[in-house]
Protein backbone atom coordinates (compact mmCIF):
# COMPACT_ATOMS: atom_id res chain seq x y z
CA UNK A 1 0.00 0.00 0.00
CA UNK A 2 0.95 3.52 -0.35
CA UNK A 3 3.46 4.81 2.51
CA UNK A 4 5.68 7.95 3.71
CA UNK A 5 8.76 7.91 5.05
CA UNK A 6 10.54 10.76 6.58
CA UNK A 7 13.87 11.50 8.48
CA UNK A 8 13.93 10.76 12.23
CA UNK A 9 14.49 13.46 14.64
CA UNK A 10 14.75 15.46 16.71
CA UNK A 11 16.31 17.74 14.61
CA UNK A 12 18.05 20.41 16.35
CA UNK A 13 19.30 23.69 14.66
CA UNK A 14 20.65 27.16 15.42
CA UNK A 15 18.85 30.29 14.25
CA UNK A 16 19.21 31.10 10.54
CA UNK A 17 20.48 27.62 9.51
CA UNK A 18 19.68 25.93 6.73
CA UNK A 19 17.16 23.25 7.12
CA UNK A 20 16.29 20.26 5.23
CA UNK A 21 14.13 17.28 5.94
CA UNK A 22 13.67 14.77 3.85
CA UNK A 23 10.75 12.50 2.96
CA UNK A 24 10.18 10.04 -0.04
CA UNK A 25 6.78 8.13 -0.45
CA UNK A 26 5.54 4.63 -2.26
CA UNK A 27 2.40 5.12 -4.17
CA UNK A 28 0.57 3.03 -6.69
CA UNK A 29 -0.95 6.23 -8.46
CA UNK A 30 -0.34 9.81 -8.99
CA UNK A 31 -0.55 11.41 -5.54
CA UNK A 32 -0.81 14.89 -4.26
CA UNK A 33 1.50 15.60 -1.68
CA UNK A 34 1.75 17.73 1.57
CA UNK A 35 3.79 18.83 4.10
CA UNK A 36 1.85 19.56 7.63
CA UNK A 37 2.96 21.26 10.97
CA UNK A 38 1.84 20.48 14.20
CA UNK A 39 2.57 23.06 16.89
CA UNK A 40 2.16 22.05 21.02
CA UNK A 41 -1.31 21.44 21.92
CA UNK A 42 -2.40 21.87 18.73
CA UNK A 43 -3.93 20.47 15.76
CA UNK A 44 -2.09 19.49 12.19
CA UNK A 45 -2.06 22.66 10.28
CA UNK A 46 -1.20 22.35 6.04
CA UNK A 47 1.83 24.14 5.20
CA UNK A 48 2.38 23.51 1.47
CA UNK A 49 1.62 21.17 -1.03
CA UNK A 50 1.92 20.33 -4.38
CA UNK A 51 -0.44 18.13 -6.72
CA UNK A 52 1.83 16.82 -9.75
CA UNK A 53 5.61 16.58 -11.11
CA UNK A 54 8.08 19.45 -10.37
CA UNK A 55 5.64 21.46 -8.57
CA UNK A 56 7.25 23.63 -5.95
CA UNK A 57 5.23 24.03 -3.06
CA UNK A 58 6.20 27.57 -0.76
CA UNK A 59 4.57 29.12 2.04
CA UNK A 60 6.40 31.06 4.78
CA UNK A 61 9.67 30.33 3.32
CA UNK A 62 9.29 26.72 3.05
CA UNK A 63 9.39 25.15 -0.41
CA UNK A 64 9.32 21.25 -1.38
CA UNK A 65 9.49 19.94 -4.69
CA UNK A 66 7.30 17.25 -5.97
CA UNK A 67 10.38 14.79 -7.74
CA UNK A 68 8.51 11.95 -9.53
CA UNK A 69 11.76 10.36 -10.72
CA UNK A 70 13.65 9.95 -6.59
CA UNK A 71 9.37 9.84 -4.92
CA UNK A 72 10.49 12.18 -2.83
CA UNK A 73 9.17 15.81 -1.46
CA UNK A 74 11.84 17.49 0.54
CA UNK A 75 11.30 20.49 3.12
CA UNK A 76 13.73 23.38 2.76
CA UNK A 77 14.07 26.87 4.03
CA UNK A 78 16.65 28.89 3.79
CA UNK A 79 16.81 30.52 7.38
CA UNK A 80 15.52 28.90 10.15
CA UNK A 81 13.96 30.89 12.67
CA UNK A 82 12.98 30.28 16.97
CA UNK A 83 9.18 30.02 16.09
CA UNK A 84 9.77 27.04 13.28
CA UNK A 85 10.37 24.70 16.71
CA UNK A 86 7.27 22.23 15.70
CA UNK A 87 6.71 18.58 14.61
CA UNK A 88 6.76 18.34 10.50
CA UNK A 89 4.70 15.43 8.46
CA UNK A 90 4.88 14.37 5.07
CA UNK A 91 1.70 13.20 3.20
CA UNK A 92 0.01 11.73 0.42
CA UNK A 93 -3.26 11.63 -0.78
CA UNK A 94 -3.83 9.83 -3.92
CA UNK A 95 -6.93 10.04 -6.43
CA UNK A 96 -8.09 12.28 -3.62
CA UNK A 97 -8.94 9.63 -1.52
CA UNK A 98 -7.36 8.90 2.00
CA UNK A 99 -4.25 11.61 3.58
CA UNK A 100 -1.54 9.00 4.72
CA UNK A 101 1.11 10.71 7.20
CA UNK A 102 4.81 9.74 7.93
CA UNK A 103 5.47 9.50 11.35
CA UNK A 104 6.72 13.50 11.81
CA UNK A 105 10.20 14.93 12.16
CA UNK A 106 10.46 17.44 15.38
CA UNK A 107 12.45 20.14 15.18
CA UNK A 108 14.55 22.26 17.65
CA UNK A 109 15.72 25.81 17.26
CA UNK A 110 17.96 27.21 18.83
CA UNK A 111 18.26 31.16 19.66
CA UNK B 1 -13.22 31.95 10.16
CA UNK B 2 -14.31 27.91 9.34
CA UNK B 3 -12.42 25.39 10.97
CA UNK B 4 -13.07 21.64 12.68
CA UNK B 5 -14.66 21.93 16.26
CA UNK B 6 -13.75 19.13 18.64
CA UNK B 7 -15.08 18.01 21.94
CA UNK B 8 -13.89 17.91 24.80
CA UNK B 9 -10.40 18.80 24.08
CA UNK B 10 -9.37 16.60 26.86
CA UNK B 11 -11.13 13.39 28.78
CA UNK B 12 -9.84 11.44 31.51
CA UNK B 13 -11.68 8.04 32.06
CA UNK B 14 -12.04 4.95 33.90
CA UNK B 15 -11.10 1.97 32.42
CA UNK B 16 -14.31 -0.34 30.85
CA UNK B 17 -16.18 3.43 30.51
CA UNK B 18 -17.38 4.48 27.47
CA UNK B 19 -16.28 7.78 26.03
CA UNK B 20 -17.44 9.59 22.96
CA UNK B 21 -15.54 11.74 21.27
CA UNK B 22 -17.74 14.55 18.48
CA UNK B 23 -16.37 16.59 15.74
CA UNK B 24 -18.07 19.02 13.64
CA UNK B 25 -16.63 19.55 9.93
CA UNK B 26 -16.45 22.76 7.99
CA UNK B 27 -19.38 23.40 6.33
CA UNK B 28 -19.93 22.12 2.83
CA UNK B 29 -16.87 19.41 3.36
CA UNK B 30 -18.24 16.23 1.86
CA UNK B 31 -15.09 14.15 3.62
CA UNK B 32 -14.29 13.69 7.54
CA UNK B 33 -11.42 11.74 8.69
CA UNK B 34 -10.54 10.28 12.67
CA UNK B 35 -7.11 9.84 13.45
CA UNK B 36 -5.63 8.81 16.28
CA UNK B 37 -1.83 10.51 17.69
CA UNK B 38 0.30 8.92 20.12
CA UNK B 39 4.14 8.96 20.83
CA UNK B 40 5.14 5.37 19.56
CA UNK B 41 2.84 4.99 16.73
CA UNK B 42 2.56 8.19 15.10
CA UNK B 43 -0.80 9.59 13.29
CA UNK B 44 -3.05 6.39 12.79
CA UNK B 45 -6.09 6.65 10.10
CA UNK B 46 -8.58 5.10 12.19
CA UNK B 47 -11.52 5.77 9.66
CA UNK B 48 -13.03 8.26 6.93
CA UNK B 49 -16.71 9.07 5.10
CA UNK B 50 -17.25 10.70 2.23
CA UNK B 51 -20.87 11.97 2.14
CA UNK B 52 -21.41 10.74 5.82
CA UNK B 53 -20.91 6.94 4.33
CA UNK B 54 -17.99 4.95 5.87
CA UNK B 55 -15.65 4.81 3.39
CA UNK B 56 -12.48 2.74 5.13
CA UNK B 57 -12.82 2.04 8.63
CA UNK B 58 -10.01 -0.49 8.93
CA UNK B 59 -7.60 1.29 10.95
CA UNK B 60 -10.28 1.10 13.72
CA UNK B 61 -10.47 -2.00 16.27
CA UNK B 62 -13.97 -3.30 15.82
CA UNK B 63 -14.24 -5.01 18.86
CA UNK B 64 -14.64 -1.54 20.93
CA UNK B 65 -14.34 1.16 18.17
CA UNK B 66 -17.56 2.74 16.08
CA UNK B 67 -17.72 5.33 14.10
CA UNK B 68 -20.69 7.36 12.63
CA UNK B 69 -21.77 10.12 10.94
CA UNK B 70 -25.48 11.17 12.24
CA UNK B 71 -25.60 13.80 10.16
CA UNK B 72 -23.38 15.98 7.96
CA UNK B 73 -22.51 18.40 10.77
CA UNK B 74 -21.73 15.82 13.10
CA UNK B 75 -19.14 12.67 13.57
CA UNK B 76 -18.60 10.75 16.40
CA UNK B 77 -15.95 8.55 17.72
CA UNK B 78 -17.16 6.04 20.46
CA UNK B 79 -14.61 3.32 22.30
CA UNK B 80 -16.78 1.13 24.54
CA UNK B 81 -15.18 -0.02 26.46
CA UNK B 82 -12.57 1.83 27.01
CA UNK B 83 -8.56 0.71 27.50
CA UNK B 84 -5.81 2.27 28.97
CA UNK B 85 -4.18 1.52 25.71
CA UNK B 86 -6.54 3.99 24.12
CA UNK B 87 -4.59 6.45 25.43
CA UNK B 88 -4.11 9.01 22.70
CA UNK B 89 -4.83 12.13 20.80
CA UNK B 90 -7.32 11.87 18.49
CA UNK B 91 -7.95 14.15 15.68
CA UNK B 92 -10.97 14.99 13.46
CA UNK B 93 -10.47 17.02 10.32
CA UNK B 94 -12.52 16.98 7.08
CA UNK B 95 -12.03 18.18 3.67
CA UNK B 96 -13.56 18.77 0.44
CA UNK B 97 -13.01 16.05 -2.50
CA UNK B 98 -12.66 15.57 -5.23
CA UNK B 99 -11.71 19.48 -5.53
CA UNK B 100 -9.58 19.94 -2.67
CA UNK B 101 -7.65 17.06 -1.28
CA UNK B 102 -6.00 18.49 1.98
CA UNK B 103 -7.67 17.93 5.35
CA UNK B 104 -8.37 20.75 8.03
CA UNK B 105 -7.95 18.99 11.32
CA UNK B 106 -9.37 19.93 14.82
CA UNK B 107 -7.47 20.69 17.82
CA UNK B 108 -8.17 17.31 19.07
CA UNK B 109 -9.29 15.51 21.51
CA UNK B 110 -6.67 14.17 24.58
CA UNK B 111 -7.74 11.16 26.10
CA UNK B 112 -6.41 9.77 29.54
CA UNK B 113 -7.86 6.35 30.36
CA UNK B 114 -6.93 5.55 33.94
Known amino acids: GDSVTQMEGPVTLSEEAFLTINCTYT??????LFWYVQYPGEGLQLLLK?????DKGSNKGFEATYRKETTSFHLEKGSVQVSDSAVYFC??????????FGKGTRLHILP | DARVTQTPRHKVTEMGQEVTMRCQPI?????VFWYRQTMMQGLELLAY????????DSGMPKDRFSAEMPDATLATLKIQPSEPRDSAVYFC????????????FGQGTRLTVV
Open chain 2, 93 to 104: ASGLAPSGTEAF
Open chain 1, 27 to 32: ATGYPS
Open chain 1, 50 to 54: ATKAD
Open chain 1, 91 to 100: ALSDLGDKII
Open chain 2, 27 to 31: LGHNT
Open chain 2, 49 to 56: FRNRAPLD
